[in-house]
């Protein structure tokens, strides 16, 4: 197989002595490089001197070394061939856009320069007409996968976003929405860019949407510094490619364990809300029942209110029950005395017939069928919830299991049940899961810790899912009949709590004065966390 050494630098700035130095350096010490791959500014306003003895052949570039255009008035004259020629001996300028392939068929696309809305770009900026003739010219080939190699010179914008942090550079202003758009399109396993004078190496992130796309390759994106720079940041990058043509489909699918969501994926618009089919077999009779008094908890005041900003957020609105809903919180059907907390929009109830005194269930108050259906602000309250139920129980040598159901169900329920910390590993109770799914052959599927559940299933589609709370999560797509005792049966096992004969709730009824009493304490110890 073709294994290149390549090594990537950020802008060098005229700055060739510092640079070339300290690539005969790198390469004393670890051997010969294939390329170097310059992307940012090559020359700046102090490059003349040192360009001479290079440009009239005085000095030689100790690699072969590839550059990108001007990025600024200033320095287009250095560039005679605005579409790519040779500078000097060893040095040359790939052209202001293009796929370049090397003898070993690695393939690199390069944009040089910065953004411009002109749609007549200067020749030191590219225009979106540039970037979709880029983007046209290489999906348009067969079969396209990606490109092994992205060189440009700005950043993307958003590049940090489900990332780890870019340090004082703000991905959501810094950057070119254009390189964004060529990034999500031509999916390069590595993308490096410059400019800002800073490094900043991103975790990779994947070009498919897990459990609805076939798997593909990662992207790795990389800024790198200035060349000198006096904080010691990074400049020079080396890195091993083997041609994307040239290897094992399976090995270049593996997903790391680190990578993350697709920065630039645009977020999934509000789906217009579909009115849930009542399925036929739904499961009789409600778990859970709210109070609305005065005692039943106390009502948390909204994040937009404790801001003073009284303009109200465009929502998703909750649709309305077909019939009347054991769930909703305005509902006349319900009793009225197993609510714990109200919040603005959600708010926990203990389960009727429990697991164990302190199952408890995670509901909002407006009538959504699953998670993949809330709005943001209603996914935000259950997260404080999930977070202060974790807290909650951890102070009482618990750890919880949250699981939903989305399946003969009208309204959405969260149950969340605590297992005791020296009963069982978060992992004992992962791997119990999958072998009691396996056992019904219940396909339960690991969804990558980056991703959320919003991210595999659509609004109107059943599932089961399963969270611990170490983040892990579980994922089954229901096609036919599902056990709708499932996750309640897991726990219950001898595996776990070993509570068999708890594993229906309709068997676990209990009197309405016990309900109230537990009510009643959960409510009491649950206040500090609340």
Same mark, same amino acid.
């Given at each position: 197989?073709?294994?290149?050494?390549?090594?990537?630098?950020?802008?060098?700035?005229?700055?060739?002595?510092?640079?070339?130095?300290?690539?005969?350096?790198?390469?004393?010490?670890?051997?010969?490089?294939?390329?170097?791959?310059?992307?940012?500014?090559?020359?700046?306003?102090?490059?003349?001197?040192?360009?001479?003895?290079?440009?009239?052949?005085?000095?030689?570039?100790? &690699?072969?070394?590839?550059?990108?255009?001007?990025? !600024?008035?200033?320095?287009?004259?250095?560039?005679? !061939?605005?579409?790519?020629?040779?500078?000097?001996?060893?040095? @040359?300028?790939?052209?202001?856009?293009?796929?370049?392939?090397?003898?070993?068929?690695?393939?690199?696309?390069?944009?040089?320069?910065?953004?411009?809305?002109?749609?007549?770009?200067?020749?030191?900026?590219?225009?979106?007409? +540039?970037?979709?003739?880029?983007?046209?010219?290489?999906?348009?080939?067969? /079969?396209?996968?990606?490109? +092994?190699?992205?060189? @440009?010179?700005?950043?993307?914008?958003?590049?940090?976003?489900?990332?780890?942090?870019?340090?004082?550079?703000?991905?959501?202003?810094?950057?070119?929405?254009?390189?964004?758009?060529?990034?999500?399109?031509?999916?390069?396993?590595?993308?490096?860019?410059?400019?800002?004078?800073?490094?900043?190496?991103?975790?990779?992130?994947?070009?498919?949407?897990? *459990?609805?796309?076939?798997?593909?390759?990662?992207?790795?994106?990389?800024?790198?510094?200035?060349?000198? /720079?006096?904080?010691?940041?990074?400049?020079?990058?080396?890195?091993?490619?083997?041609?994307?043509?040239?290897? +094992?489909?399976?090995?270049?699918?593996?997903?790391?364990?680190?990578?993350?969501? /697709?920065?630039?994926?645009?977020?999934?618009?509000?789906?217009?809300?579909?009115?849930?089919?009542?399925?036929?077999?739904?499961?009789?009779?409600?778990?859970?029942?709210?109070?609305?008094?005065?005692?039943?908890?106390?009502?948390?005041?909204? +994040?937009?209110?404790?801001?003073?900003?009284?303009?109200?957020?465009?929502?998703?609105?909750?649709?309305?029950?077909?019939?009347?809903?054991?769930?909703?919180?305005?509902?006349?059907?319900?009793?009225?005395?197993?609510?714990?907390?109200?919040?603005?929009?959600?708010?926990?109830?203990?389960?009727?017939?429990?697991?164990?005194?302190?199952?408890?269930?995670? *509901?909002?108050?407006?009538?959504?069928?699953?998670?993949?259906?809330?709005?943001?602000?209603?996914?935000?309250?259950? @997260?404080?919830?999930?977070?202060?139920?974790?807290?909650?129980?951890?102070?009482?040598?618990?750890?919880?299991?949250?699981?939903?159901?989305?399946?003969?169900?009208?309204?959405?329920?969260?149950?969340? &049940?605590?297992?005791?910390? =020296?009963?069982?590993?978060?992992?004992?109770?992962?791997?119990?899961?999958?072998?009691?799914?396996?056992?019904?052959?219940?396909?339960?599927?690991?969804?990558?810790?980056?991703?959320?559940?919003?991210?595999?299933?659509?609004?109107? @589609?059943?599932?089961?899912?399963?969270?611990?709370?170490?983040?892990?999560?579980?994922?089954?797509? &229901?096609?036919?009949?599902?056990?709708?005792?499932?996750?309640?049966?897991?726990?219950?096992?001898?595996?776990?709590?070993?509570?068999?004969?708890?594993? =229906?709730?309709?068997?676990?009824?209990?009197?309405?004065?016990?309900?109230?009493?537990?009510?009643? !304490?959960?409510?009491?110890?649950?206040?500090?966390?609340?």
């Amino acid at each position: 197989r073709s294994v290149s050494c390549r090594l990537a630098c950020g802008d060098v700035e005229g700055r060739l002595e510092a640079l070339f130095g300290r690539v005969r350096a790198i390469q004393g010490k670890s051997g010969r490089f294939d390329m170097l791959l310059c992307v940012g500014n090559f020359f700046g306003s102090t490059s003349e001197t040192e360009w001479a003895e290079y440009r009239t052949g005085a000095k030689k570039a100790p &690699i072969p070394t590839y550059v990108l255009g001007a990025n !600024d008035q200033e320095t287009v004259s250095y560039f005679p !061939d605005i579409s790519g020629c040779e500078l000097a001996e060893n040095i @040359t300028y790939l052209g202001r856009r293009g796929l370049y392939s090397g003898t070993s068929g690695l393939q690199i696309a390069y944009l040089s320069g910065t953004e411009t809305q002109d749609e007549l770009a200067p020749a030191y900026s590219f225009s979106a007409k +540039d970037v979709a003739e880029l983007k046209t010219s290489l999906l348009s080939t067969p /079969n396209f996968k990606g490109v +092994d190699i992205l060189l @440009t010179s700005p950043w993307p914008r958003d590049v940090g976003t489900f990332a780890n942090s870019a340090g004082e550079i703000d991905t959501k202003k810094c950057g070119s929405k254009l390189v964004s758009d060529l990034a999500a399109s031509l999916k390069p396993r590595y993308h490096f860019a410059a400019l800002e004078k800073a490094y900043y190496e991103r975790l990779p992130y994947r070009n498919h949407t897990v *459990l609805r796309e076939t798997p593909q390759h990662v992207s790795r994106f990389i800024a790198l510094a200035d060349v000198g /720079n006096t904080s010691k940041k990074k400049y020079l990058y080396a890195f091993s490619i083997v041609p994307m043509s040239l290897m +094992d489909p399976a090995e270049l699918v593996k997903q790391p364990q680190d990578v993350t969501e /697709n920065p630039y994926r645009k977020s999934r618009k509000e789906a217009q809300k579909t009115k849930a089919p009542l399925y036929a077999e739904e499961e009789p009779a409600c778990q859970f029942f709210f109070d609305l008094n005065k005692h039943q908890g106390k009502k948390r005041p909204s +994040d937009e209110k404790e801001r003073g900003n009284s303009q109200p957020k465009q929502a998703k609105k909750p649709s309305q029950p077909t019939g009347p809903c054991w769930f909703c919180l305005a509902s006349p059907e319900v009793e009225k005395h197993l609510v714990v907390s109200i919040g603005t929009h959600c708010y926990l109830a203990l389960a009727k017939g429990g697991l164990l005194p302190d199952h408890v269930l995670i *509901l909002p108050i407006g009538h959504y069928q699953s998670v993949v259906d809330l709005s943001s602000e209603v996914v935000e309250e259950v @997260t404080k919830y999930k977070s202060a139920l974790k807290e909650f129980f951890r102070s009482k040598g618990k750890r919880y299991v949250l699981f939903e159901r989305n399946y003969r169900s009208q309204h959405l329920q969260l149950q969340v &049940i605590p297992v005791p910390l =020296d009963h069982c590993t978060s992992e004992d109770i992962k791997e119990s899961f999958i072998v009691q799914a396996q056992e019904q052959q219940i396909e339960l599927l690991e969804i990558p810790e980056h991703s959320d559940i919003t991210q595999v299933a659509q609004p109107g @589609t059943p599932y089961f899912y399963v969270e611990l709370d170490t983040g892990e999560k579980l994922f089954h797509r &229901i096609r036919g009949r599902f056990p709708l005792h499932f996750g309640r049966s897991v726990l219950a096992s001898e595996a776990l709590l070993a509570l068999p004969q708890r594993a =229906d709730w309709r068997r676990c009824a209990a009197e309405r004065a016990e309900e109230a009493a537990q009510a009643r !304490d959960f409510r009491r110890d649950f206040q500090p966390f609340d």
